[in-house]
């Protein structure tokens, strides 16, 4: 064992033996460097007689060589303590403390208190106490007592080390409004102080800073955290949009936290406020009218509502606001299009052109036009916009002129056999025609004779080796910043790459960059905290999986210029199936292929498949993974599947097998063929299939049927009028009718452009493009020389020219179709610059590791990428210098990474990134989408670090909650029942759950005829009253024996007047001056298809008589008007009560959800 062993164990059994009665308590202290610490310490030992008291600590272990301090004799001890370290506590009353000034790095360890008791006993006491010295002091931990709520007085506490009273530090606080601060109190090793303020809408998202000032080491320790209050809503406001149709768009929206869970809207129409029984974020309503309409909306959360301002809705004005949108096209032209705002729309655009202050109506109709540029005189243009109310113009807009080349950069691309291949670009108008390069070595700039675009060259020298490239054109030239060559460097960015094999086996591959290339791969495996060596070298081994202990591996990456190891990668173990789930596929014959797939290790060895109909679960005694069904039945019904393996088993959700249903989402496409003809090619979905097409042209306004029934026609183009066609898909359940589309006509060759690509010799081949209908059919070719243009005599779409030449020189291409012609355009290139815009994109991987890469934008391109850590106030260089790293996250404490890029013009930093710690779900909540045959699908989110992993829903129906046991995120159930039925979910991760809001669902009900409907006669007036609730679009119609009765309007006799409010519908009759020789009147309830599903007899009651002894024709004619007065006014109130009545009920419902 050895003799230092051997005397380890004697103490032990000494201490043992001896230590009975004997005590020390003492905290660990962590202190800052050049500071001082004090260490709290009390001891006890048994009640003896003793004539003096001495103590002294030791580093370390408890021997006098490692002596700090020791009372009998203050200068014995450990030459870097003595003056440092002093006993202060007192020993007679049995305090130990210590105090330890000027702390370094090294006085970070454990520490022993030993204690004489002269006359009695010496001691030496075994517990350790730990000293940690920290470099810079920890960052301030800031507390949260509880949700902040606007209103509710709020209190945050900053806490801070401290140990030393030399070092007192100084606390502060951000300035946040309406806050005070309480007295700083001391706790131990801690110093803290309590913010109190009254929370507001102003204080959410800010962020509150806790400043510790440490006067003796100048140390300053910020920490922050964004402060999220709740608060009721707030700015709430009306934005409109113009739709189709004189229809107006008004969306909601409001500020609140948590967030607005309800929105109510308003209409204000001849001072009258009127509640809509809308409560959508967006309603759509009409536009136009001659009176002027308000609305406004009522944004509502659990914590208080708020209104928006009344919009008004705009009336018709004329245009204003006219301006123009200037676009650069191919050919020396440029695109120019006006806009401009008005109601009714702008139905006419004329522009006009300014030139040496002379203006000239351009006779120019459209909204776009193209005219050219890049002429010498200074040329302006404007539009005027028209409408039926007037007319507005735009400010004129200057047109460009040409420029010298300019933006010139050098791109960098690695090629084979060490060798780089750079590329110079350049913007200038007229286009670059010349590109010259230079090296720089060793201080010195060399000409290479080198005039092409792209030149190669080798790398790989020790030496450090710039180029860069002058770019010129006819009016004059502009150098690239110098781009450095890149040198050898050892490998870097090792990581392993795992692939599941079978036999529960595993691929590992190991990869590293490095130049020269790695030559050698070692790997390494760590089990129970032990690495060993594999003696494997090959880049890629085969490992086995699925033990209950946790295996890692990683590599070792080596190349003749030194080595790089990989982060470990840790090997998976078996688990029980999930993620089980049923795939749908329309098989012939009415049947349905279902296949059910799941994820476990080991993998599934069993499926069971179960049918759901009428609510009733059946086995179906089916264990293969496929299955096969029918399916177009009326009732609806489900399956779902079960996969077992030997650890476990896990169910699908069910999924619902389709119905049939009429053709829909019928369009046609178009394919251009030969000979100017187009294909047509109509397509629609139906179930049971579309059997018939039928197809028709709109031409001049009106439709033809070209009794043509197949899926694809073939039709001529290239008219000058318009033609559409669109196309009819039957089956045997309907027919549904697609858009017309359009037929193209004919346009002359525009899109001009010349592609430049360097050949063989000194030589440049260039070719001419352009789009026309018909295709263009001629190309000629231009040349410019010494300001000359010649015509080159050359009709091909491409021409080969030298290149090279002291003058400056210039070429274009004329493509000619048979309706016109059109010229090509120069190349635009960018500037240099030295490093800008430098960002850290974060992206999780597995394992807690997140990867960062560092992007910049720099010409030259960046050739170096520096990393920095920020943790606890400290920068840390971590001596990576690739532009992509992966490190950890999910640690307690705050850490943030910033990379620095860096060419041979400079270097930029980004913004620092903060690493995420792991939260609990929050912002959970439910989306509700309709599905098919009165199914709605609902589907829960949830924010939280680690990921949800189980999914919980709950319905509540007659005020009773029920948990479903359904564990989906995504669930669908019914909808349509006469009772409120409602749902919200639960979402749970390991850290905790969240729950979302209730969502309710919607209700369906049927048409009902009221009782109150009825007919009254008096006199010569008969009025009809029929009222009908229902929640469905639907009719009012009426109908009299041997009469034709106008459904809309007034004809002189009849009078219809219709009305909704929420589900009441209403419509009245008046019938005046007429022989009413019939007793009953039909009232019926049609929906949007017109059919008749509802109809009541109304018997006529009169409710006057002709007076005998007054019957007087004035008599007759003042009583019917007072009659008919007094009716119309009982018919108001009637209308009035109901509606009132259904909507009391309609809130006692809401009452009880």
Same mark, same amino acid.
Not at 456 to 465: D, K, L, M, Q, R
């Given at each position: 064992?050895?003799?230092?062993?051997?005397?380890?164990?004697?103490?032990?059994?000494?201490?043992?033996?001896?230590?009975?009665?004997?005590?020390?308590?003492?905290?660990?202290?962590?202190?800052?460097?050049?500071?001082?610490?004090?260490?709290?310490?009390?001891?006890?030992?048994?009640?003896?007689?003793?004539?003096?008291?001495? %103590?002294?600590?030791?580093?370390?272990?408890?021997?006098?060589?490692?002596?700090?301090?020791?009372?009998? !004799?203050?200068?014995?001890?450990?030459?870097?303590?003595?003056?440092?370290?002093?006993?202060?506590?007192?020993?007679?009353?049995?305090?130990?403390?210590?105090?330890?000034?000027?702390?370094?790095?090294?006085?970070?360890?454990?520490?022993?208190?030993?204690?004489?008791?002269?006359?009695?006993?010496?001691?030496?006491?075994?517990?350790?106490?730990?000293?940690?010295?920290?470099?810079?002091?920890?960052?301030?931990?800031?507390?949260?007592?509880?949700?902040?709520?606007?209103?509710?007085?709020?209190?945050?506490? *900053?806490? *801070?080390?401290?140990?030393?009273?030399?070092?007192?530090?100084?606390?502060?606080?951000?300035?946040?409004?309406?806050?005070?601060?309480?007295?700083?109190?001391?706790?131990?090793?801690?110093?803290?102080?309590?913010?109190?303020?009254?929370?507001?809408?102003?204080?959410?998202?800010?962020?509150?800073?806790?400043?510790? !000032?440490?006067?003796?080491?100048?140390?300053?320790?910020?920490?922050?955290?964004?402060?999220?209050?709740?608060?009721?809503?707030?700015?709430?406001?009306?934005?409109?949009?113009?739709?189709?149709?004189?229809?107006?768009?008004?969306?909601?929206?409001?500020?609140?936290?948590?967030?607005?869970?309800?929105?109510?809207?308003?209409?204000?129409?001849?001072?009258?406020?009127?509640?809509?029984?809308?409560?959508?974020?967006?309603?759509?309503?009409?536009?136009?009218?001659?009176?002027?309409?308000?609305?406004?909306?009522?944004?509502?959360?659990?914590?208080?509502?708020?209104?928006?301002?009344?919009?008004?809705?705009? #009336?018709?004005?004329?245009?204003?606001?006219?301006?123009?949108?200037?676009?650069?096209?191919?050919?020396?032209?440029?695109?120019?299009?006006?806009?401009?705002?008005?109601?009714?729309?702008?139905?006419? +655009?004329?522009?006009?052109?300014?030139?040496?202050?002379?203006?000239?109506?351009?006779?120019?109709?459209?909204?776009?036009?193209?005219?050219?540029?890049?002429?010498?005189?200074?040329?302006?243009?404007?539009?005027?916009?028209?409408?039926?109310?007037?007319?507005?113009?735009?400010?004129?807009?200057?047109?460009?002129?040409?420029?010298?080349?300019?933006?010139?950069?050098?791109?960098?691309?690695?090629?084979?056999?060490? #060798?780089?291949?750079?590329?110079?670009?350049?913007?200038?108008?007229?286009?670059?025609?010349?590109?010259?390069?230079?090296?720089?070595?060793?201080?010195?700039?060399?000409?290479?004779?080198?005039?092409?675009?792209?030149?190669?060259?080798?790398?790989?020298?020790?030496?450090?080796?710039?180029?860069?490239?002058?770019?010129?054109?006819?009016?004059?030239?502009?150098?690239?910043? &110098?781009?450095?060559?890149?040198?050898?460097?050892?490998?870097?960015?090792?990581?392993?790459?795992?692939?599941?094999?079978?036999?529960?086996?595993?691929?590992?591959?190991?990869?590293?960059?490095?130049?020269?290339?790695?030559?050698?791969?070692?790997?390494?495996?760590?089990?129970?905290?032990?690495?060993?060596?594999?003696?494997?070298?090959?880049?890629?081994?085969?490992?086995?999986?699925?033990?209950?202990?946790?295996? @890692?591996?990683?590599?070792?990456?080596?190349?003749?210029?030194?080595?790089?190891?990989?982060?470990?990668?840790?090997?998976?173990?078996?688990?029980?199936?999930?993620?089980?789930?049923?795939?749908?596929?329309?098989?012939?014959?009415?049947?349905?292929?279902?296949?059910? +797939?799941?994820?476990?290790?080991?993998?599934?060895?069993?499926?069971?498949? +179960?049918?759901?109909?009428?609510?009733?679960?059946?086995?179906?005694?089916?264990?293969?993974?496929?299955?096969?069904?029918?399916?177009?039945? !009326?009732?609806?019904?489900?399956?779902?599947?079960?996969?077992?393996?030997?650890?476990?088993?896990?169910?699908?959700?069910?999924?619902?097998?389709?119905?049939?249903?009429? &053709?829909?989402?019928?369009?046609?496409?178009?394919?251009?063929?030969?000979?100017?003809?187009?294909?047509?090619?109509?397509?629609?979905?139906?179930?049971?299939?579309?059997?018939?097409?039928?197809?028709?042209?709109?031409?001049?306004?009106?439709?033809?049927?070209?009794?043509?029934?197949?899926?694809?026609?073939?039709?001529?183009?290239?008219?000058?009028?318009?033609?559409?066609?669109?196309?009819?898909?039957?089956?045997?359940?309907?027919?549904?009718?697609?858009? &017309?589309?359009?037929?193209?006509?004919?346009?002359?060759?525009?899109?001009?452009?010349?592609?430049?690509?360097?050949?063989?010799?000194?030589?440049?081949?260039?070719?001419?493009?352009?789009?026309?209908?018909?295709?263009?059919?001629?190309?000629?070719?231009?040349?410019?020389?010494?300001?000359?243009?010649?015509?080159?005599?050359?009709?091909?779409?491409?021409?080969?020219?030298?290149?090279?030449?002291?003058?400056?020189?210039?070429?274009?291409?004329?493509?000619?179709?048979?309706?016109?012609?059109?010229?090509?355009?120069?190349?635009?290139?960018?500037?240099?610059?030295?490093?800008?815009?430098?960002?850290?994109?974060? #992206?999780?991987?597995?394992?807690?590791?997140?990867?960062?890469?560092?992007?910049?934008?720099?010409?030259?391109?960046?050739?170096?990428?520096?990393?920095?850590?920020?943790?606890?106030?400290?920068?840390?260089?971590?001596?990576?210098?690739?532009?992509?790293?992966?490190?950890?996250?999910?640690?307690?404490?705050?850490?943030?990474?910033?990379?620095?890029?860096?060419?041979?013009?400079?270097?930029?930093?980004?913004?620092?990134?903060?690493?995420?710690?792991?939260?609990?779900?929050?912002?959970?909540?439910?989306?509700?989408?309709?599905?098919?045959?009165?199914?709605?699908?609902?589907?829960?989110?949830?924010?939280?670090? &680690?990921?949800?992993?189980?999914?919980?829903?709950?319905?509540?129906?007659?005020?009773?909650?029920?948990?479903?046991?359904?564990?989906?995120?995504?669930?669908?159930?019914?909808?349509?029942?006469?009772?409120?039925?409602?749902?919200?979910?639960?979402?749970?991760?390991?850290? %905790?759950?969240?729950?979302?809001?209730?969502?309710?669902?919607?209700?369906?009900?049927?048409?009902?005829?009221?009782?109150?409907?009825?007919?009254?006669?008096?006199?010569?007036?008969?009025?009809?009253?029929?009222?009908?609730?229902?929640?469905?679009?639907?009719?009012?119609?009426?109908?009299?024996?041997?009469?034709?009765?106008?459904?809309?309007?007034?004809?002189?006799?009849?009078?219809?007047?219709?009305?909704?409010?929420?589900?009441?519908?209403?419509?009245?009759?008046?019938?005046?001056? @007429?022989?009413?020789?019939?007793?009953?009147?039909? *009232?019926?309830?049609?929906?949007?298809?017109? !059919?008749?599903?509802?109809?009541?007899?109304?018997?006529?009651?009169?409710?006057?008589?002709?007076?005998?002894?007054?019957?007087?024709?004035?008599?007759?004619?003042?009583?019917?008007?007072?009659?008919?007065?007094?009716?119309?006014?009982?018919?108001?109130?009637?209308?009035?009560?109901?509606?009132?009545?259904?909507?009391?009920?309609?809130?006692?419902?809401?009452?009880?959800?």
């Amino acid at each position: 064992m050895g003799e230092v062993g051997l005397i380890l164990i004697f103490i032990s059994l000494l201490q043992g033996v001896t230590s009975e009665g004997w005590s020390m308590k003492a905290l660990p202290r962590r202190a800052i460097s050049s500071s001082c610490v004090v260490i709290p310490c009390s001891f006890d030992f048994p009640s003896h007689s003793y004539t003096a008291l001495h %103590g002294a600590w030791f580093k370390y272990w408890y021997r006098w060589k490692y002596t700090i301090t020791y009372t009998k !004799d203050p200068n014995y001890g450990m030459a870097t303590f003595v003056g440092r370290a002093k006993i202060i506590g007192d020993l007679e009353g049995k305090n130990c403390s210590v105090r330890i000034d000027s702390l370094r790095a090294e006085d970070s360890d454990v520490y022993y208190f030993y204690v004489d008791a002269e006359g009695y006993t010496d001691h030496t006491f075994t517990e350790p106490v730990q000293l940690q010295v920290l470099d810079v002091p920890d960052k301030p931990v800031i507390v949260l007592l509880k949700d902040l709520q606007e209103g509710t007085p709020a209190h945050i506490i *900053c806490k *801070c080390l401290y140990t030393c009273p030399d070092n007192h530090p100084n606390l502060t606080w951000s300035e946040l409004l309406t806050s005070s601060v309480s007295n700083i109190t001391e706790n131990g090793d801690e110093v803290s102080a309590v913010l109190t303020f009254n929370p507001s809408f102003k204080h959410h998202g800010r962020t509150l800073r806790c400043t510790c !000032d440490y006067p003796q080491t100048s140390h300053r320790m910020v920490n922050s955290v964004n402060l999220s209050v709740k608060y009721s809503p707030r700015k709430t406001s009306v934005r409109m949009t113009l739709e189709k149709g004189k229809m107006i768009s008004l969306s909601c929206s409001s500020d609140g936290n948590p967030a607005v869970h309800n929105f109510t809207w308003f209409k204000i129409s001849q001072g009258k406020v009127t509640n809509l029984e809308l409560a959508g974020q967006t309603i759509t309503v009409p536009y136009g009218f001659d009176e002027e309409i308000s609305y406004y909306c009522e944004a509502t959360s659990i914590l208080g509502s708020s209104q928006s301002l009344p919009i008004r809705i705009p #009336t018709e004005y004329s245009p204003h606001n006219t301006s123009v949108r200037m676009t650069l096209e191919k050919g020396k032209m440029i695109s120019l299009s006006c806009s401009s705002d008005g109601n009714p729309a702008v139905h006419n +655009f004329t522009w006009f052109k300014t030139s040496r202050g002379k203006v000239t109506n351009l006779a120019l109709a459209g909204q776009t036009i193209t005219v050219p540029y890049g002429f010498d005189e200074e040329i302006s243009y404007y539009c005027e916009a028209t409408s039926i109310l007037g007319s507005s113009q735009s400010l004129p807009i200057r047109i460009p002129t040409k420029y010298s080349a300019q933006n010139t950069s050098v791109r960098m691309t690695l090629a084979k056999e060490k #060798t780089i291949s750079l590329s110079c670009s350049s913007d200038g108008n007229p286009a670059v025609h010349n590109f010259t390069w230079f090296k720089i070595s060793h201080g010195k700039v060399t000409d290479l004779a080198l005039a092409g675009q792209t030149i190669t060259v080798p790398y790989g020298f020790e030496e450090e080796i710039s180029y860069y490239c002058e770019a010129t054109s006819i009016l004059g030239s502009s150098q690239s910043l &110098p781009i450095r060559i890149p040198t050898e460097y050892s490998p870097r960015n090792t990581s392993i790459r795992m692939t599941l094999e079978k036999g529960k086996m595993i691929s590992l591959s190991c990869s590293s960059d490095g130049n020269p290339a790695v030559h050698n791969f070692t790997w390494f495996k760590i089990s129970q905290g032990k690495v060993t060596n594999l003696a494997l070298a090959g880049q890629s081994i085969t490992v086995p999986y699925g033990f209950d202990e946790e295996i @890692s591996y990683y590599c070792e990456a080596t190349s003749i210029l030194g080595s790089s190891q990989s982060l470990p990668i840790r090997i998976h173990t078996e688990y029980s199936p999930h993620n089980t789930s049923v795939r749908l596929t329309l098989e012939k014959g009415k049947m349905i292929s279902l296949s059910c +797939f799941s994820d476990g290790d080991p993998a599934v060895h069993n499926f069971t498949w +179960f049918k759901i109909t009428q609510g009733k679960m059946m086995n179906l005694a089916l264990a293969g993974q496929t299955i096969t069904v029918p399916y177009g039945f !009326d009732e609806e019904i489900s399956y779902y599947c079960e996969a077992t393996s030997i650890l476990g088993s896990s169910q699908s959700l069910p999924i619902r097998i389709p119905t049939e249903y009429s &053709p829909h989402n019928t369009s046609v496409r178009m394919t251009l063929e030969k000979g100017k003809m187009i294909s047509l090619s109509c397509f629609s979905d139906g179930n049971p299939e579309v059997h018939n097409f039928t197809w028709f042209k709109i031409s001049q306004g009106k439709v033809t049927n070209l009794a043509l029934a197949g899926q694809t026609i073939t039709v001529p183009d290239g008219f000058e009028e318009e033609n559409s066609y669109y196309c009819e898909a039957t089956s045997i359940l309907g027919s549904s009718q697609s858009l &017309p589309i359009r037929i193209p006509t004919e346009y002359s060759p525009h899109n001009m452009s010349v592609r430049m690509t360097l050949e063989k010799g000194k030589m440049i081949s260039l070719s001419c493009s352009s789009d026309g209908n018909p295709a263009v059919h001629n190309f000629t070719w231009f040349k410019i020389s010494q300001g000359k243009v010649t015509n080159l005599a050359l009709a091909v779409q491409t021409i080969t020219v030298p290149y090279g030449f002291e003058e400056e020189i210039s070429y274009y291409c004329e493509a000619t179709s048979i309706l016109g012609s059109s010229q090509s355009l120069p190349i635009r290139i960018p500037t240099e610059y030295s490093p800008r815009n430098t960002s850290i994109r974060m #992206t999780l991987e597995k394992g807690k590791m997140i990867s960062l890469s560092c992007s910049s934008d720099g010409n030259p391109t960046v050739h170096n990428f520096t990393w920095f850590k920020i943790s606890q106030g400290k920068v840390t260089n971590l001596a990576l210098a690739g532009q992509t790293i992966t490190v950890p996250y999910g640690f307690d404490e705050e850490i943030s990474y910033y990379c620095e890029a860096t060419s041979i013009l400079g270097s930029s930093q980004s913004l620092p990134i903060r690493i995420h710690t792991e939260y609990s779900p929050h912002n959970t909540s439910v989306r509700m989408t309709l599905e098919k045959g009165k199914v709605i699908s609902l589907s829960c989110s949830s924010d939280g670090n &680690p990921a949800v992993h189980n999914f919980t829903w709950f319905k509540i129906s007659q005020g009773k909650v029920t948990n479903l046991a359904l564990a989906g995120q995504t669930i669908t159930v019914p909808y349509g029942f006469d009772e409120e039925i409602s749902y919200y979910c639960e979402a749970t991760s390991i850290l %905790g759950s969240s729950q979302s809001l209730p969502i309710r669902i919607p209700t369906e009900y049927g048409a009902v005829i009221l009782p109150e409907s009825r007919c009254t006669q008096y006199l010569t007036n008969l009025t009809c009253l029929c009222l009908v609730r229902a929640n469905s679009s639907v009719h009012i119609t009426w109908a009299l024996p041997g009469r034709t009765v106008r459904q809309t309007g007034s004809d002189g006799i009849y009078k219809t007047v219709s009305a909704r409010v929420g589900p009441l519908v209403t419509n009245t009759l008046t019938i005046s001056g @007429s022989n009413m020789a019939f007793q009953t009147v039909n *009232c019926s309830v049609v929906n949007d298809r017109g !059919d008749r599903y509802l109809q009541r007899r109304l018997e006529i009651q009169a409710v006057g008589e002709q007076a005998g002894t007054r019957s007087g024709l004035m008599w007759k004619i003042g009583l019917g008007s007072v009659g008919g007065a007094v009716l119309l006014i009982t018919t108001t109130i009637a209308i009035y009560l109901i509606t009132k009545t259904y909507r009391r009920t309609d809130k006692r419902k809401m009452r009880r959800i």
